[in-house]
């Protein structure tokens, strides 16, 4: 989002895997000991799609809402992809990638397939007469939506199903500001009973 | 919110256990087909948190954001309670009341409350140097957290060990325009599977 904004800003990288985000100093910005944290001119923010929204409104560029309806929107879609999208995707990623090969769940990433099968539908309705979420323009919608689904490509989750949700993802991710994404790379540990998977998940 | 904020409205009660929210006319207010919607003057909303900011951002009152500061905090704090606390306190009441008392268990119970101990010990450390979440006021983040949260009084579950919180939730349910809560009654079917359950909350 500061990229798309165009402002300048001081990346620190912290590592969350060594304890790195939970020093004294990091809980004081983010007292949840998670990554990402904002902190400028004493406002410390927690939650990433918060703070895009928060720079959005802040900052007035294409990106922002223009009025309290486009801004309504801007907000359902971000609630939408939480509470829709987000834990699902992660399973289905960790069933098709992140987890270790010989520990992958083809029953587990089938769950996951049928649970994102309807809001993803709902997506590709959506997108099937307009280009992008809110507006017809690229917002803050679009870059929070697209943001959580970039699991589905780094995943190379088959989305022929939803061929409106593929070419809108594919215009949001190949926006210069989001090279970033193309270079991530992780492992999840499958946690070794259900119980926790269900609670790794939940 | 509509009652915190003195608004009339129509309040259309919709079953989402008998198909009601599968229907085309309900489908065009929202295509999740869940429970709630909004609808007002040819805007519809889905995502019950983001239709209580964008009342909150469009009538003026002592819950709306006062600032883009303020807002953004409200945000944060509305995304952080879907994010940590919705999924693990919903496994937690099912297994304290939801499901049939024979169905419960104990183990997924603990690693519910496992998974809440972190963000709810975020939110007492919050809460005790602050009543109330955001700008030492009652407002649209304290509203939207706790209604999440009516779920822990529902399921009676022992706050002891987070009694700010305790004392913050008994403020936010007490306010007259809450009282609705108290009523509210519901069982879920156990799924038959450990697939299931993962399914159910993921």
């Given at each position: 989002m500061l990229k798309e904004l165009g402002i300048?800003f001081?990346?620190?990288?912290?590592?969350?895997?060594?304890?790195?985000?939970?020093?004294?100093?990091?809980?004081?910005?983010?007292?949840?000991?998670?990554?990402p944290?904002y902190?400028s001119?004493?406002l410390?923010l927690?939650e990433s799609l918060a703070i895009n929204l928060y720079l959005a409104r802040k900052h007035d560029s294409?990106l922002s809402p223009?009025?309290?309806?486009?801004?309504?929107?801007m907000?359902?879609?971000?609630?939408?992809?939480?509470?829709?999208?987000?834990?699902?995707?992660?399973?289905?990623?960790?069933?098709?990638?992140?987890?270790?090969?010989?520990?992958?769940?083809?029953?587990?990433?089938?769950?996951?397939?049928?649970?994102?099968?309807?809001?993803?539908?709902?997506?590709?309705?959506?997108?099937?007469?307009?280009?992008?979420?809110?507006?017809?323009?690229?917002t803050v919608?679009?870059l929070n939506?697209?943001?959580?689904?970039?699991?589905?490509?780094?995943?190379?989750?088959?989305?022929?199903?939803?061929?409106?949700?593929?070419?809108?993802?594919?215009?949001?991710?190949?926006?210069?500001a989001?090279?970033?994404?193309?270079?991530?790379?992780?492992?999840?540990?499958?946690?070794?009973?259900?119980?926790?998977?269900?609670?790794?998940?939940?």
């Open positions: 300048e001081e990346h620190v990288p912290v590592n969350f895997t060594d304890g790195s985000t939970h020093t004294p100093e990091f809980l004081k910005i983010n007292p949840n000991g998670r990554v944290a902190e001119d004493g410390c927690f294409p223009a009025n309290l309806e486009e801004d309504a929107l907000t359902q879609w971000t609630h939408w992809v939480i509470t829709e999208i987000e834990k699902p995707l992660l399973l289905a990623a960790a069933n098709l990638i992140l987890f270790d090969e010989d520990k992958r769940s083809l029953a587990e990433l089938e769950i996951a397939l049928k649970k994102l099968a309807r809001p993803l539908g709902v997506l590709n309705q959506h997108l099937s007469e307009r280009r992008y979420l809110v507006a017809e323009r690229f919608a679009d939506v697209s943001a959580v689904m970039t699991l589905a490509r780094l995943a190379a989750l088959d989305m022929s199903a939803w061929p409106n949700v593929d070419r809108w993802l594919e215009a949001c991710l190949e926006r210069p989001a090279a970033d994404w193309k270079v991530i790379s992780f492992k999840i540990p499958r946690p070794e009973t259900d119980l926790g998977v269900l609670a790794m998940f939940v």
